[in-house]
């Protein structure tokens, strides 16, 4: 829930901005389910108004946990009761941005007090005291003739209380070669993707409540999840044609998504998408 998309549901919106040179400051003010406050200061390139290419922010967001029907809560199942008087969760994230042609680079940092999360045994806790988790992306794009090479590398620094589980690393690699043709009628793309991170103890899933959990009995990961596609484009057609996880049974054990759920295996996938004019 904490990295949610505070947007959804969007009641109120007021959008202050003021531009100065080629400075931009933005403040927004954004009540949902969780208030959003926060500001950004925005470098724009000369001559490229369209095109940021620096960019400092701070975001403070504060949800309403102690809304009537939180399932945090209260909650009451055949298999799940508990009742709860948990105050509000206030997060604080800092980031500083920078943009340009072939890379992105993004540095996070996340203040949480009150923190909730669902604990081993599959129910909602709250930390007294406050917790931080840093993180890093560095994003990067080359284009070589026809081939285009697209990497995205994540870094977690989390706290010593063990209560978020995410990956230390994790990257993701795209790699195709595409070309015009029969008079640049076609367009054509071969590639492949693949999808690793560092090994962690992932949550695992309660199907009786919904929420994910903290376990600490197999750790996910260290595992290349890969896959090919071809990719054709026809006047207003689009049509892929993706084998999925071409890799699946090169290594054992099997590799698991989450605690109990191995992950699927080798497929293939058609698509195709029109577009109408209206």
Known sequence: MIFEDVKHGLQNYHLLKETMQNLELELEVIQTKMTKTGGSIIKKPEGNPDRTSFLLGCIMKKDRIKEKYSAYNYYLSNNFKWENNFAKQNILNTSLSYFS????????????????????????KQLSFSTSIFSASVKTKFDLGNFNINNN??????????????????????V???????????????????????????NAYMPATGFFYLQNERKIGNYPYGDVFINLRIKR????????????????????????????ESSFKIGVSWFFYN
């Not at 195709?176 to 992932?202: C, H, M, P, Q």
């Not at 071409?246 to 998504?257: C, M, Q, T």
């Open 237 to 264: 057609a689009r049509i892929f044609i993706k084998y999925q996880h071409f890799n699946n049974g090169w290594s054992s054990p099997a590799y698991y998504s989450s605690l109990h759920y191995p992950s699927s």
């Open 153 to 174: 590398i994540l870094y977690h620094k989390l706290p010593e209380i063990d209560v978020f589980r995410y990956p230390a690393l994790q990257d993701v690699l795209e």
């Open 176 to 202: 195709s070669w595409g070309k015009k043709i029969f008079k640049s009628a076609l367009t054509f793309r071969l590639g492949f993707d693949v999808i690793w991170n560092s090994s962690y103890y992932a």
């Open 101 to 124: 042609n072939n890379i992105d680079v993004d540095l996070s940092y996340f203040d949480i007090k009150n923190c909730i999360y669902m604990d081993v045994l599959a129910r909602p």
